[in-house]
Nanobody, 117 residues
Framework: VRLVESGGGLVQPGKSLRLSCVASGFTFSRYDMSWYRQAPGKERELVAAITSAGGSTNYADSIKGRFTISRDNAKNTVYLQMNSLKPEDTAVYYC???????????WGQGTQVTVSS
């Protein structure tokens, strides 16, 4: 099982980034996917989640209206489009896969997002 995030980097406030997470080693289309983030000195927090077929999404209040989660089951990939980035969005962003039974959870290695002028 592998989850590989990409797309992070250094960006100015107000700009956009799109994160990608490519999955392998499990049946991606059956898993709910989510993005978490962890800032220095803080706990890891849920940013956005999407159900297996993409029919339902959920967002943290802090990013609602600015970030969009989506997935392409044909490409085994989940995305996080981040617009109007703020310095407080600086964190390591992780993708997570949850099995239908909720008994299995897989994490990626994370990608750093830094928002600074």
């Amino acid at each position: 099982v592998r989850l590989v995030e990409s797309g992070g980097g250094l960006v100015q406030p107000g700009k956009s980034l799109r994160l990608s997470c490519v999955a392998s080693g499990f049946t991606f289309s059956r898993y709910d996917m989510s993005w978490y983030r962890q800032a220095p000195g803080k706990e890891r927090e849920l940013v956005a989640a999407i159900t297996s077929a993409g029919g339902s999404t959920n967002y943290a209040d802090s990013i609602k209206g600015r970030f969009t989660i989506s997935r392409d089951n044909a490409k085994n990939t989940v995305y996080l489009q981040m617009n109007s980035l703020k310095p407080e969005d600086t964190a390591v962003y992780y993708c997570k896969a949850d099995s239908p039974s909720r008994l299995l959870h897989y994490w990626g290695q994370g990608t750093q997002v830094t928002v600074s002028s």
